[in-house]
C-alpha cells in the first residue's frame, strides 16, 4: 500500500505527465498527406511506435492498412485533422488512402 | 499644384495595384494550368513491358468474336471506339443479350490508371481483361476452352510465340496482350491541350471561364484533376441507387456506394453519363453537381450546392466540351483464320 504522500505524488506525476504529453507519443513518426501524396513512400518502425497521419490537404482522405487479414480504419480526415496508427505487431504493412487509392506506403515493422 | 499631383499619385497607385493584381491572377491561372500538361510517354509496367508484338497481337485479340461463348461479341461491342470506347448504352448488352448492371466505361487513357471497374475490384488490366471474357453477362467463354480454340487457329499460335517466346497461349498471356494493346489507347491532342501549350485562340472565351469555374467555385478539380481529368479516386456523388459500389469490395464506411472518379477526356461522346447510364447530357451532370445529388451519409465531403448562374453552367458545359480530341480514325486489324 501507498502512503497517502505518495498516492498523492503519484497523481501528481500522472497528471502532470497528462498534462504535458503531446498527443502521440515521443517517439511516434509523423506522415503528411498533401497534394493527395504521403511524405513517406516507406516507413521502418519498432512494434509498438505509432504513426500520426495530418491531412495537409484541401480535400479528405481516408488511411487503412490491412495485415494478416486485419484491417485498421482510420476513418474520415477532413482538411487539417489529424490521427494516428499504433502498429503493434511486426511484418509488413500496406497502407493505403481508401478514397485515392494511389496513395500508399509501406510500413515495415519489427 | 497640389491637388493635381496627389491625383496623379492615386492613379499611379491604382494602375500598379491593378497591375499588381492582375499578374497575380495570371500567376494564379498559369498555376492552374501546369497541372494539366500532357505525359510524353505511356507507362508500361515492368511485368510487362511494351513491344510491337504484344501490342499487335491484344488489338486482334480485342476485336475477335471468337473469345465470346456464341463467337458473336467482341470487347469492342461495348467498349467502342466509334464512341470513344463506349456503347452509348445506359448499361450493356452481353450474351446472351442480357443487360448488365453498370454502364460500360470508356477504355481511353487507362495505362494511367490504379485499379480498375467501376468499383476498383480488379488491380490491374491484365487481370481485368480475362473478368469480361469468363463473365456470365459478358462474354461467358471458359478460358480452356477459349485457349483450346485458340490453339487451333494457327496465326495465332505463331503470334503469340512471337509476342511470349517458348510460353505460346496462356490465359495469362491472353491478358497481358490486350492490356498492352488497351494501354496504347491514349486520347489524342484536344483544343484544350493547344490552349494548355499557349495557343490563346485554341478555346473561346467561355471555355476559359468554364476552366477557371471548373478549378475554383465548381470544384469539380477536387476529384478531376490532371491531363486525363481524374485521380482515379473513389466518391459517393449522390446518385441515390442501390448499387454500393466500391463498399462490397471494401468494407470502410466512407466507400459506400462509390465509384471511380472516370477520366473527362473526349467526354461528349461518351453519354449517357455515370456508373448507371442516368444523366443523358453533359448539362444535365452539371445541373446534378449544382444541386441535383442525393444528399445521404457517404455522401463525399467534397460534395456541395454550388450555387451557379445559368451563365456559370453554360461556360462549365463549354469548357469540358474541349477536352474532345479528333482521335484517327481506328482501323479494324485482320484477324488470322
Ligand atoms: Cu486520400
Given at each position: 500500500m501507498l502512503s497517502t504522500p505518495y498516492k498523492n505524488a503519484t497523481i501528481c506525476l500522472g497528471l502532470l505527465v497528462a498534462c504535458t504529453a503531446p498527443s502521440f507519443s515521443d517517439d511516434s513518426v509523423k506522415v503528411t498527406q498533401k497534394g493527395k501524396q504521403f511524405s513517406e513512400k516507406q516507413l521502418s518502425l519498432k512494434a509498438g511506435q505509432s504513426v500520426l497521419f495530418v491531412n495537409d490537404d484541401n480535400v479528405a482522405h481516408n488511411v487503412y492498412t490491412i495485415i494478416k487479414g486485419k484491417k485498421q480504419d482510420l476513418g474520415l480526415q477532413k482538411p487539417n485533422e489529424e490521427n494516428s496508427i499504433a502498429f503493434e505487431q511486426s511484418g509488413t504493412y500496406r497502407v493505403r488512402c481508401a478514397i485515392h487509392p494511389k496513395m500508399k506506403m509501406v510500413v515495415k515493422v519489427e | 499644384m497640389k491637388p493635381k499631383i496627389s491625383r496623379t499619385m492615386i492613379i499611379f497607385v491604382t494602375v500598379i495595384a491593378a497591375s499588381m493584381l492582375s499578374s497575380l491572377a495570371n500567376a494564379d491561372s498559369a498555376l492552374m494550368r501546369d497541372g494539366f500538361k500532357r505525359p510524353t510517354d505511356i507507362p508500361f509496367p515492368e511485368e510487362n513491358g511494351y513491344t510491337d508484338a504484344k501490342a499487335v497481337l491484344g488489338k486482334m485479340l480485342f476485336f475477335d468474336?471468337?473469345?465470346?461463348r456464341e463467337n458473336n461479341i467482341t470487347c469492342a461491342s461495348c467498349h467502342n471506339p466509334s464512341f470513344a470506347w463506349e456503347d452509348a448504352q445506359t448499361t450493356s448488352v452481353g450474351t446472351p443479350m442480357s443487360r448488365l448492371g453498370r454502364h460500360t466505361p470508356t477504355?481511353?487513357?487507362?495505362?494511367?490508371?490504379?485499379?480498375?471497374?467501376w468499383d476498383g475490384r480488379s488491380e490491374s488490366l491484365e487481370e481485368q481483361a480475362l473478368g469480361p471474357i469468363q463473365a456470365g453477362g459478358e462474354m461467358a467463354q471458359d478460358l480452356d476452352l477459349l485457349i483450346a480454340e485458340l490453339k487451333a487457329v494457327s496465326g495465332y499460335v505463331d503470334m503469340f510465340e512471337a509476342a511470349f517466346p517458348r510460353e505460346g497461349i496462356t490465359a495469362e498471356n491472353i491478358g497481358k496482350a490486350i492490356a498492352t494493346y488497351e494501354r496504347t489507347i491514349v486520347s489524342a491532342k484536344a483544343p484544350f491541350d493547344h490552349w494548355i501549350e499557349?495557343?490563346?485562340?485554341?478555346?473561346?472565351a467561355a471555355a476559359k471561364r468554364g476552366f477557371e469555374l471548373f478549378n475554383t467555385k465548381a470544384k469539380c478539380a477536387s476529384c478531376h484533376d490532371g491531363w486525363n481529368f481524374t485521380d482515379w479516386s473513389f466518391h459517393?456523388?449522390?446518385?441515390?441507387?442501390?448499387d454500393e459500389g466500391r463498399y462490397e469490395v471494401l468494407?470502410?464506411?466512407?466507400?459506400?456506394?462509390s465509384f471511380k472518379t472516370p477520366g473527362l477526356r473526349n467526354i461528349n461522346e461518351r453519354a449517357p453519363y455515370m456508373h448507371n447510364g442516368s444523366l443523358a447530357t453533359l448539362e444535365e451532370v452539371v445541373e446534378h453537381y449544382d444541386s441535383g445529388f442525393v444528399k445521404r451519409a457517404s455522401l463525399s465531403s467534397e460534395m456541395q450546392e454550388l450555387n451557379l448562374t445559368k451563365g456559370e453552367k453554360h461556360d462549365l458545359v463549354a469548357f469540358i466540351k474541349t477536352l474532345s480530341s479528333n482521335d484517327p480514325q481506328v482501323s479494324l486489324p485482320k484477324l488470322p483464320n
Open positions: - | 468474336p471468337r473469345l465470346s477504355v481511353l487513357n487507362l495505362a494511367w490508371g490504379e485499379l480498375f471497374f499557349g495557343d490563346e485562340n485554341a478555346i473561346n459517393d456523388i449522390g446518385l441515390g441507387d442501390a468494407d470502410i464506411d466512407v466507400l459506400k456506394h
